[in-house]
């Protein structure tokens, strides 16, 4: 059967729709001991996803549905990211909300659909398919934070974040809404047209406000207050699934919006996000450095990491290399945060979160490898060679000597190494401290599949930093 070109740029969409749709309706039948066929059916469909956008790749950049929605290397590479990333942290979680006794089912079907308005975003080529993956992308967060009922932290959380993604969700509509009224399109090569021919200062500020949208779902300063109580509030696995996938779609619908469909108002946004991302580096660096629980560490981590991902953002106009180095950055990044969340999500057992960094000390005693992994992991994200961290760091540099803000890579270069400090406590404590004596003689017991999970992830820390060139060029067709 030959399909119609709508149908085959859509058809890992329509694909995850189908078996979300059949996963629900197997499990509402299921006994409970067969529940567990939930997250196998999960993991089947995310696999096949990937598998049918694999055929996508090289196809020649094409748009559907009436101009709404685009094939193209940026959308590919992006979905298969998202389905890589959402696979790892599906397969984390489970053992945590089995443990726990969680929604299991209601768990894994939620993350499916916001799966699947991820991967409708970076495909989206309007106002309104931005704004349909972008809902349908959020609304199933909000309820997975709020998903581990006994914990009120959880609760907190989920109220934050929905109150601030809905008012993120606003501006960034009345962004759209203001780019419509200005431009009478909601199609974004339209919009790039008629942008390039004229713009007033009513589309300087509708840039404002979808910009506003956008960093807040990166998570980025001044629109960064949610982050640290919803990394620590949610359940850990929760976490590692709103700290990996979501991040590669928020950066694909901004280099649409900015790049694609703005690209004449740059002058405006690099100004915005040069501060932002000074902004970002600054707090998220030295806020992490005071935290005693390392999720809310993390979590100020990430915004620091956000902002080194602006940095190749607002370089790319600039730069031959800018937008393939952020691109490189936020995909490097979301791999070793997922890896370090997944070691915490293993820790914590027994309904003990293990978020503290004491419950860190001694580590490298009790399980050897654990810590090695992790170590990969922290020096990766601290930009130590030859981990990937590293090169990723050093990519946003030559782009931003590139385009000539050599002063921008000096401050970018300065607040990494201000960063690399409580990295290095982690390190610490797990190789240099004895551990609890409560604890001393319990062992980590970690099943095969996880280990296997867990020492894949750290090790592909490492050996794409010693042969980083092809995990480069695949970045770079992306935004090519």
């Excluded at 049918?52 to 790749?57: D, S, V």
């Excluded at 549905?65 to 790892?88: C, E, P, Q, R, W």
Aim: one cysteine or more; charged letters at 10%.
């Amino acid at each position: 059967m030959i399909l119609a070109p709508s149908q085959f740029a859509a058809l890992p969409e329509v694909t995850l729709l189908i078996m979300a749709c059949v996963i629900l309706m197997t499990d509402a039948f299921l006994p409970p001991r067969f529940r567990a066929l939930t997250f196998v059916l999960v993991e089947c469909a995310l696999a096949l996803a990937f598998v049918l956008t694999l055929f996508q790749f090289g196809a020649p950049s094409s748009t559907s549905f009436s101009g709404h929605y685009i094939l193209d290397d940026l959308a590919v590479i992006s979905k298969l990211f998202v389905y890589l990333f959402a696979v790892f942290a599906f397969a984390y979680a489970r053992e945590y909300i089995e443990a726990r006794k969680m929604p299991t089912s209601e768990y894994y079907l939620l993350g499916l659909f916001s799966v699947l308005g991820m991967s409708i975003m970076v495909s989206a080529y309007s106002f309104l398919t931005i704004y349909l993956g972008l809902e349908l992308l959020s609304l199933p967060l909000y309820a997975m934070v709020a998903m581990n009922k006994e914990s009120s932290y959880s609760t907190e959380a989920a109220m934050k974040y929905f109150v601030l993604g809905a008012l993120a969700s606003g501006m960034l509509l009345y962004g759209l809404s203001l780019l419509y009224g200005t431009t009478g399109s909601i199609q974004l090569d339209t919009v790039e047209q008629v942008l390039k021919s004229h713009h007033d200062m009513v589309t300087v500020v509708a840039l404002i406000f979808v910009m506003g949208g956008l960093i807040f779902k990166f998570g980025a300063v001044p629109f960064h207050m949610w982050v640290p109580d919803v990394y620590q509030g949610a359940a850990t696995p929760t976490t590692l699934f709103i700290a990996s996938a979501p991040k590669v779609a928020a950066f694909a619908i901004t280099i649409r919006l900015l790049a694609q469909a703005m690209p004449s108002l740059h002058e405006y946004w690099v100004q915005i996000l040069i501060v932002i991302s000074v902004l970002s580096m600054l707090f998220g660096n030295l806020l992490a450095i005071a935290q005693t629980n390392i999720k809310r560490m993390l979590a100020y981590s990430s915004i620091a990491h956000i902002g080194y991902t602006l940095l190749g953002i607002l370089a790319g106009p600039h730069s031959s290399q800018g937008y393939s180095a952020a691109m490189f950055y936020i995909a490097t990044y979301v791999l070793v945060a997922a890896g370090a969340f997944a070691i915490i999500t293993i820790m914590s057992r027994n309904g003990v979160e293990m978020d503290h960094l004491d419950d860190y000390r001694g580590l490298n005693a009790r399980n050897p490898w654990l810590a090695f992994m992790m170590l990969l992991l922290l020096f990766s994200m601290a930009g130590v060679p030859p981990m990937v961290g590293f090169f990723a760091k050093l990519g946003l540099l030559e782009a931003l000597v590139e385009a000539k803000l050599v002063w921008l890579a000096v401050f970018a270069l300065l607040f990494a190494l201000i960063g690399v400090y409580y990295y290095l406590r982690v390190v610490m404590l797990m190789y240099f401290e004895e551990p609890d004596p409560a604890v001393a003689d319990v062992p980590i017991t970690v099943s095969s599949d996880m280990m296997a999970a867990i020492s894949l992830n750290g090790v592909a820390a490492l050996l794409l930093g010693l042969l980083p060139s092809f995990f480069i060029d695949i970045c770079r067709i992306s935004v090519g």
